[in-house]
Structure formats: C-alpha cells, structure tokens
C-alpha cells in the first residue's frame, strides 16, 4: 500500500520553488545518509528559518535501507515542530537512474523525484521522464529532469566528460515531459576533484550565458544546479593537515552559487560539502585525542560542524535564510 508523503509531514516544492524565485533565493538540497547528517541539517535549517530539501541518493538507500528513510524523514519533521519551528521540508531522490525506482520512492513517501535519463538519447529521455511525471501526478509528486550531462564521480553517477545543456532544446523537453524542474549543465562538477587547476589558479567559471538563454526560453521555470559543492578550503586544509590526502580538491565559488541563486536556479544540491566538513571534524578528535572509541564523540563533533556550514550555506550562500515560515504560511493558506 502507497504512504503519501502528506502522511509523513512532508511538501512538494510546487510552491517552494515558486517563492524561491520570486525572492531571489535558492533552496538547499543536502543529501544525507545517517542521522547524524540529517540531524545537523535539521538543525542548521531550524536555527535559519530556511526551506530544506532532503535528498536521498540510490546509495544512500542502500546504506540506509529504505523503510528506515522514511521513519528518519517522519523523524526529522517532528524535530523539526519540537525545536519550535515550521519549515517546509521535502524529501527528494537524487539521480533516480528509471521509471521502478522513481515509482519505489513515490510509493514510499517521497515528495519529489528526479528522473535522470541524461545518459539516454534525446527522445529516450523525453519518453522516461514522461513516463515518470505521470505516474507521480497520481500522488501530487514533484518532478526533476535533466538536459545535459555533468562530468565527475558521485557515488554511483559518473562521468568523465560535461556535455552542457542545449537552450534550444529546453522548451521542447519540458512542453513534452511536464516535468516541475529541470537540472541543466553550465559548468558544475559532481564530487570533491570539479576542476584540473593549477596552484594559485582560479576554477573555470560557469557558463552563465546558458542559464541567462534558458531563462528567456523557460520564463519562471524552476532551475537546478546539481555538482555545486564549494569543496570548502577550510575543510580540505583540516582534512590534509590531520592524516588526509585530498591535495587538489576544488569547488564552485560561492560568489559563483550567489549570482546563480539570485536567478532562476532556485534548488542547489550540496552534497560533497557535507561530507568534508564531517570528515574535517572526525579526523581532527581522532588526531589530537587517539584514546576516544565512543562514536558519539567523534560523530557529536561532525554534526556540529556540518550543522554550522549548513547555516553558512543558507545564510551567505543561497540567501534561502528568514524564508521557511513564509512559505509554510503560503502553503497552508
């Protein structure tokens, strides 16, 4: 039997997106896959009174188990209403590869998909994301497509080349599809290694003149970034200087996030950042305190300092801060 996501406390982006791009202002999608990391972006999103997308990768369902997401996602809305707080929260797969696992998702709570059919041929991927959004329309879903196909490895999304997204083709794809946003390819990277630089050089920048021709093309369509990790310095400097080796890690600026947050990108995915700033904090416990084996003091640690780069990213970064209650009030009105 289907769980609607409703059942769960959760909302679609419909009208999260919509006052998103009315405000200037992208709403953040952290992936997670324990409590911890969905404990500090509950946290960071609460204390900064932002709209959250929380997303769950193929990966992570496996890591986590399925049915265990959703208690996790009933969880973290309950957190949510005890810190004293009401801000949409939206559960959403991540990179969803076919039509089974899209239907899998919906079935079990999700309030929006991503269909990523970018590997397929033009009217293969028109053909699966239809497919896709008619059945979700069923149970009032959100639906992301993709156009263009982003370089770099993510769990178990990889590719060694950018092939960025064709304006003209964007009216067609989403007049056919009916999909409620697209994720476009004008730069970004999936991973923590975006760009080959050399030292002291800058990352390439992005390729604003295709998101400013989408724009004209799809007036008012929701746009998403995915790969828009900024692989903050700070933490790769932590995680080298405390026993790690991840020389040459670079991100997209946040200058760079901030214009395209200021458009018509109105969801961004971080998901590498989250994992760096965890990973800085556990490896500097275990550095200068080698006696610790209790979880909760290295793992308590990480939280914290994920929870604080959440609050970074919604306040300078994405500008999505001082937005949740109001969009909760637009919903429920």
Known sequence: ????????????TKVV????????????????????????????CVETDSPVILQVSRGAR?????????YMAMGAVQMMKEMGADIPIAVHLD?????EVCVDCIENGFSSVMIDGSHLSYEENVALT???????????????????????????VEAEESTYTHPEEVEDFT????VDSLAISIGTSHGAFKFKVKPGEEPPPLRFDILEEVEKRLPGFAIVLHGASSVVPEYIEMINRYGGNMEGA????????????????CKVNIDSDCRLAITAAVRKVFAEQPEVFDPRK??????????????????VVLGSAGHGREIMAAINS
């Open 17 to 44: 997106f919509q006052m998103a791009m009315e405000g200037g202002y992208a709403v953040p999608a952290y992936n997670f896959n324990n409590m911890e990391q969905l404990q500090a972006v509950i946290a960071g």
């Open 250 to 265: 670079v991100g997209v600026s946040e200058d760079q996030l901030r214009r395209a947050a200021r458009s018509a990108v």
């Open 1 to 12: 039997m289907a769980i609607h996501y409703k059942d769960l406390g959760l909302v679609n």
């Open 95 to 99: 990179h969803g590869d076919g039509y």
């Open 175 to 178: 007049k056919r599809t009916d």
């Open 130 to 156: 239809r497919k896709v959004v008619d059945y979700a329309r069923q149970f009032d879903v959100s639906v992301e497509g993709e156009l263009g196909v982003l370089a770099g490895i993510e769990e178990d």
């Open 62 to 70: 496996k890591y986590a188990n399925q049915t265990m997401l959703r």
């Open 298 to 315: 290295y793992l308590g640690p990480g939280r914290d300092e994920l929870t604080k780069l959440v609050r970074h990213k919604n306040e």
